[in-house]
């Protein structure tokens, strides 16, 4: 099975941009859809982005339309999240997950890594 790791969290101020990394480990991403959701304190995990294996399907959230982007590289074996003009409200724990069915990553994905704290000051 396909193990995630994520990378690039960390504390900024509200208007900053960050990039979050997904590193796949164990199986070959291409093969599979990947999302990315996130988890505030006290509240229910939420999604927020998601793209097909080849990279040209892609859907997000009505509340990061416009300002976040997911990617990916394939041949890094790695997916992407990058986030612009960042808000308090987008301060969450992000998730990295994946699916072999791109009609599932964004509803309930097989994979999941870890977390990693994203935080926006105002």
């Known amino acids: 099975q396909v193990q995630l790791e994520e990378f690039g969290g960390g504390l900024v101020q509200a208007g900053d941009s960050l990039r979050l990394a997904c590193v796949a480990s164990?199986?070959?991403?291409?093969?599979?859809?990947v999302g990315w959701f996130r988890q505030a304190a006290g509240k229910e995990r939420e999604f927020v982005a998601a793209i097909g294996g080849t990279g040209f399907r892609t859907y997000y959230a009505e509340s990061v339309k416009g300002r976040f982007a997911i990617s990916r590289d394939n041949a890094l074996n790695a997916a992407y999240l990058q986030m612009n003009t960042l808000k308090p409200e987008d301060t969450a724990v992000y998730y990295c997950a994946a699916d072999l069915q791109y009609a599932n990553v964004g509803n309930k994905p097989d994979y999941w890594g870890q977390g990693n704290q994203v935080t926006v000051s105002s």
């Open positions: 164990g199986r070959t991403l291409s093969n599979y859809a």
